[in-house]
C-alpha cells in the first residue's frame, strides 16, 4: 500500500507542477522552460519516492518494469491505477485554479488548439502519424534511460535520479511543439478528465508510449545480456 500511495502522490504532483508550469506560466516561459520543470520535478521526486515504490510516475515505465522483469503483473497493475488516480487529482487541482480567475493569462502552450490543462493535442500543423512517431520514439529514448539507469547490475545508483529527470526534460523540450508531449498516458490521461477536447488524440497518448516501452525493453536486454534485476 506503501508503495501505491507514493506511486499517486508523485504523479499528483507531476501533474500539478510540472503541467502546471504550462498552465500558469507558460506564455513566459514557453516551452523549454515548460521541459526544464518537468525534468526538475521528476528530479525532486525520484529521490524523494525512488526507495519506496522506484518512482514510476508513468504507466509507460511500469510496464516496462513488468516487460523486463523487475515487477510483477499484479504490482503493474496496482501502479498504473495509482498513478491514474494521482494524475486525476493533480488536473483537478489544476482545473480548479483556472475556474478560481478567469480572468488569469492561462493557456500555456495550448491555447493555439483551443484547449488547456496542458493537455496533450496535437499542435498548430501536427499530424497523427507525426505524433505517434514522436511518442514511440521520445518514450523509447526515456525508458531506456529509466532501465539502464536503475538496472541493478549497471546502473549508476545515486545519480539515476539525475539522469531519469534530464531526460524527461530532454524530451518535452524536443516533444511540446508536436503534441505538447506525453511519454507518459497517466499525464495525459490526467487533464483529458477536466478538458474534453482531448479526447480525440488521446488514444496516441496511450500506444505511442506503450510501443516506445517494448522497444526500450528489447533493446536494453539487447544491450545488456537480458539480466534481470529487482528494484
Known sequence: MKKLIAEGVGTMFLVLLACGSAVLAGPSIGGLGIGLCFGLVLVCLCYCLGNISGCHVNPAVSFAMFLAGRMSGKD??????????????GAGFLYWFVN???????GGTTAASGSYLATNVLQPGATAGMALLAECLLTFFF???????????????????????????????????VDNC????????????????????FWI???????????????WKAMAGGRKSVE
Open 143 to 177: 525508458v531506456l534511460i529509466v532501465l539502464g539507469a536503475t538496472d541493478a547490475n549497471k546502473g549508476f545508483g545515486k545519480f539515476a535520479g539525475l539522469a531519469i529527470g534530464l531526460g524527461l526534460g530532454l524530451v518535452n523540450i524536443v516533444g511540446i511543439p
Open 205 to 219: 497518448m496511450v500506444v505511442g508510449p506503450l510501443i516506445g516501452a517494448m522497444i526500450a525493453v528489447l533493446c
Open 76 to 89: 503493474c497493475v496496482g501502479y498504473i491505477i495509482a498513478q491514474l488516480i494521482g494524475a486525476t487529482i
Open 100 to 106: 478560481m480567475s478567469p480572468g488569469f493569462n492561462f
Open 182 to 201: 506525453s511519454v507518459n498516458p497517466a499525464r495525459s490521461f490526467g487533464p483529458a478528465i477536466f478538458d474534453p477536447t482531448a479526447w480525440g488524440d
